[in-house]
């Protein structure tokens, strides 16, 4: 009995040797497992601009003989305002019969380029009219012009958050139309040419959702799988120009509740948005009512200027304040857990949960960015992970993890930790304006356009494990 008991007192003597041995050994190769940290954030209620999204101001401009070009100081103070997207309407009244001018479209052009410079974006929209009494332009003529506008679409792409399909009867809206242009063959040609000539990345909209489903020849709405693929169904989006109006909307729905339930569903992968009408046959919308809807039908964005009966019921009832708040997303940090230290050529975990309160998601491409900042050097250091911020939906909390190895050569020292969300365009990839912000406290840095994570990583040999993957921070210039 006594040498059984000697016998297993020798195994574990040894088992735990052997296991202490291994530990040294993993610490001596720089093979040790370094720990997580966890962080907590404040939500925030501040009212704040971001891309793509929210109230926008209603423009219009006439190219050619009398334009009325977009004025910066103008445009800087609707973003001072918490603007971040204007509507802009061209009536091309002038170019009926014939071919846009060069002035015409060096007109365009320059507004693109105020528009750059002011921090903002547009809904676009061209039309040839601007009463029901007024002509449009025949087929081969609007065909023409969008041939035409294909270097400009190109060109300024970056500052066109979605473009309305238009050029059909009064307001560019397809309802009425001088020159026959209301035929489902018609407008799926216009379509059509719209999708050929604006670059791939950007979306158009349509006026009803019997439109789109009348041109894809399905009512099957765009899911997760098959949305951002470039496809046509994944590149049309909606507006309702009379949105809480009538039981119909003015006529903009002709099955209310299965469109309504078609734009439920797609609407997180598309843009919609629009303007309120004067109601006919109802009551104004209440507080209720229009954050139900929008929320339900997914609105991004909604014009500030029209139609001030309904929008400044809801200043009187007190719930604009979240109106513009939750117009299209608005995500705020909830926690986070990350590596407290890490080795040149280790592995650095990062851990984060985000919440979208507001009505929809992003609708463009966006980047995410990992960055680390030398705290003493200032140099950084940017990992973009397989992250699309699009998918991060209305009220179901996204879990983001990421595991990475850092440079072989990075100095060693502390690193504040940062996400980024930077618009993919070069041209605004670096400008703070242009990329989101997150509804936390004191976590945005506007000189950057950063997101601080709270947290500082320490990056000294031996910390942490070897790194064997593939996604590796790189130095940014």
Not at 47 to 57: I, M, Q
Not at 102 to 128: H, N, P, V, W
């Amino acid at each position: 009995m006594k040498q059984l008991t000697f016998t297993l007192i020798a195994l574990l003597l040894a088992a735990c040797s052997s296991a202490e041995k291994e530990k040294d050994t993993e610490k001596d190769s720089g093979q040790e497992s370094t720990k997580m940290v966890a962080v907590s954030y404040s939500p925030s209620s501040e009212l704040f601009p971001n891309p793509e999204r929210g109230f926008y101001k209603h423009t219009e401009s006439h190219p050619g003989a009398a334009p009325t070009p977009l004025n910066l100081n103008t445009l800087k103070s609707y973003r001072a305002s918490n603007i971040s997207l204007i509507y802009r309407g061209y009536y091309l009244k002038g170019f009926r019969n014939q071919a846009l001018s060069d002035q015409a479209l060096q007109q365009l052009d320059e507004d693109m380029a105020t528009l750059r410079a002011s921090g903002l974006k547009c809904i676009l929209r061209f039309a040839y009219s601007s009463s029901d009494s007024e002509a449009d332009a025949p087929l081969d003529i609007v065909l023409q012009h969008l041939e035409q506008l294909r270097p400009f679409f190109a060109k300024n792409v970056d500052v066109i958050a979605t473009l309305q399909a238009g050029f059909i009867g009064a307001w560019g809206e397809w309802y009425y139309s001088s020159n026959n242009l209301k035929t489902p063959e018609i407008r799926a040609a216009v379509l059509n040419k719209i999708l050929d000539v604006l670059p791939s990345q950007r979306t158009v909209q349509v006026r009803t959702p019997a439109y789109k489903t009348e041109y894809i020849q399905s009512k099957s709405p765009v899911t997760s799988s098959s949305a951002f693929k470039g496809s046509k169904a994944a590149r049309i989006g909606h507006h309702n120009d009379c949105f809480l109006a009538s039981p119909t909307d003015y006529g903009t729905y002709s099955a209310i509740e299965e469109e309504k339930k078609y734009i439920n569903s797609e609407g997180l992968y598309l843009p919609v948005g629009g303007e309120t009408c004067p109601p006919s046959g109802i009551d104004p919308a209440d507080c209720q009512k229009a954050e139900d809807e929008m929320r339900t039908l997914r609105w991004s964005f909604l014009n500030e200027d029209y139609y001030h009966g309904v929008n400044d019921r809801w200043i009187t009832l007190g719930c604009m304040d979240n109106i513009i708040r939750e117009l299209g997303y608005r995500f705020t940090l909830q926690s986070g857990s990350f590596s407290d230290k890490a080795a040149p050529a280790g592995e650095i975990k990062i851990e984060f949960t985000v919440n979208n309160s507001g009505y929809a998601c992003p609708y463009n491409p966006r980047k995410t960015e990992i960055i680390l900042k030398n705290d003493a050097s200032g140099a950084l250091y940017a990992l973009e992970p397989d992250v699309d911020a699009r998918l991060w939906k209305p009220r179901i909390p996204a879990e983001v993890k990421i595991s990475a190895g850092l440079p072989a050569d990075i100095p060693e020292g502390t690193y504040s930790l940062f996400l980024n969300l930077p618009d993919p365009e070069p041209t605004l990839a670096k400008n703070p304006d242009y990329a989101i912000r997150l509804a936390n406290s004191n976590l945005w840095d506007a000189t950057t356009g950063f997101n601080s994570l709270n947290h500082r990583v320490t990056v000294e040999s031996g910390a942490s494990k070897n790194y064997s993957g593939t996604l590796f921070f790189k130095k940014r210039q």
